[in-house]
Structures are given as C-alpha cells and as structure tokens.
C-alpha cells in the first residue's frame, strides 16, 4: 500500500503556544488529505478535510481558527494547533488519497500540552 | 447521513480459530465503498480490505474474508486462522462513490477490539 508519513510522532509544548504537524505522502500524489483527532479507546473524529491548493472544510464543531490546515502541495499537508491548552492534548492522525482511491494513514502524532 | 455500526465492542478467538466481526450501515445511496481498517497497539491505520458496493463478490484478502450483504446492509468481517499479530482495533468505515469534497471522507464505526488467545 501506499506510504503517508507524519512529524513530529511526539510533541510535548507549553500552553499558550502553536505546534505544528506535518503529513506527506511519500510515493504517491493526494488531492485530498483529512485530519482525525482520536481520543483513548475511542474511533476517528474526523476534523477536517483539505484539497491541494483550496481552503480545508471542518466539520462541525471544529474551530478553524485554532486547527489551521494548510494543503499547499500534492504531497504535505499540514496542521497547526494555535495557541494549545491542555484540552488540545489527544492523537492526530493524517490521511491522504487520490480522489476516490483509498485512503492511507499516517503513523499519528501525539500531542501533549502542558 | 451515513452511519456505521458494530456492535461487539470486544471479541476474543483462539489461536489458529475463526473469528467473525459484525459491521452494519446506513445509507440511501446505491454506489459506495465499504472498508476494514485494523489499528493494532502502535496506533497505526492498516487497510485490512475494501469492498466495492457494486461488486457482488465479496473481497478477499489471504485470511481475511468479508461477507457483503448489500440488501440487508451489512459488512462482516471474517479472520480465518487468527494470529497473535491480529490482535487489534477493527475499524468497519463507509465512503460514498460521489465525487468531490466531503463526499470522499470516510464514517467509521466505534470499533471491535479483538483479543487473541495463545
């Protein structure tokens, strides 16, 4: 299958400041890449999905302010935690496929927020 | 809205058995993707096997099997000869066959987490 790499897988910061992960497909090009929070032993909330070169649609209840997303080539997406609270703390995992291929999925990252 | 169901919150097999995990969905299209994704202890998203929803034989993969029930709506998967190495959150998802947008996001269900048994 094909290969999406995230970094950091682990990041530790301050309250009060931004972090930001980054998500690549490494042997294929993805029109459309999607960030998932996913809480302990719970499934995939999905937070957003981004098309290369437009601006990324949230879901409900997801503050785009403070999740910025940005898809500026066919193989990095990126997401930004502005401002982290401890409430941000949780695993965040990428996706990325080529229009209605399948999806594949990062490693995830895990934030903690001090 | 799509919706997807298991309802085994935990399952367990024997060593070598056969184990089958339910999965069932709601929807008003008639062209969609339906998928297994594993998720084992280091958190990483494995696609177990997919299914086009207009194909009426059912995907296979090595020991994976699913049994698609398109009518009734349903998606089962099947794991013959468990290993230790299935050990794993079992994510049933749905996908719609439009094209664009948020057409292409997947609807997970809450997952099965399956235990195996030396």
């Known amino acids: 299958g094909a290969v999406v790499s995230q970094h950091p897988s682990r990041v530790i910061c301050k309250s009060g400041t931004s972090v930001k992960i980054e998500c690549r497909s490494l042997?294929?090009?993805?029109?459309?890449m999607f960030w998932y929070r996913q809480f302990p032993k719970q499934s995939l909330m999905l937070m957003a999905t981004s098309n290369e070169g437009s601006k990324a649609t949230y879901e409900q209840g997801v503050e785009k302010d403070k999740f910025l997303i940005n898809h500026a080539s066919l193989t990095l997406s990126t997401l930004t935690v502005t401002s982290a609270h401890p409430e941000d703390s949780s695993f965040y995992i990428c996706?990325?496929?080529?229009?209605?291929?399948?999806?594949?999925f990062g490693p995830g990252t895990r934030l903690l927020v001090l | 809205a799509q919706t997807v169901t298991q309802s085994q919150p935990e399952m367990s097999v024997q060593e070598a058995e056969t184990v089958t995990l339910s999965c069932t969905y709601d929807?008003?299209?008639?062209?969609?993707?339906l998928f297994w994704y594993k998720q084992p202890p280091s958190r990483q998203m494995i696609l177990v096997i997919r299914q086009e929803a207009y194909k009426q034989q059912n995907a296979t993969e090595n020991r994976f099997s699913v049994n698609f029930q398109k009518a009734a709506k349903s998606f089962s998967l099947k794991i013959s000869d468990s290993q230790l190495g299935d050990a794993a959150m079992y994510f049933c998802a749905y996908r719609s066959a439009r094209s664009g947008g948020s057409n292409y996001k997947l609807t997970f269900g809450k997952g099965t987490l399956l235990t195996v048994n030396p």
């Open positions: 042997d294929f090009q993805a029109t459309t």
């Open positions: 996706s990325a496929s080529w229009y209605l291929e399948t999806q594949y």
């Open positions: 929807t008003s299209e008639s062209d969609y993707y």
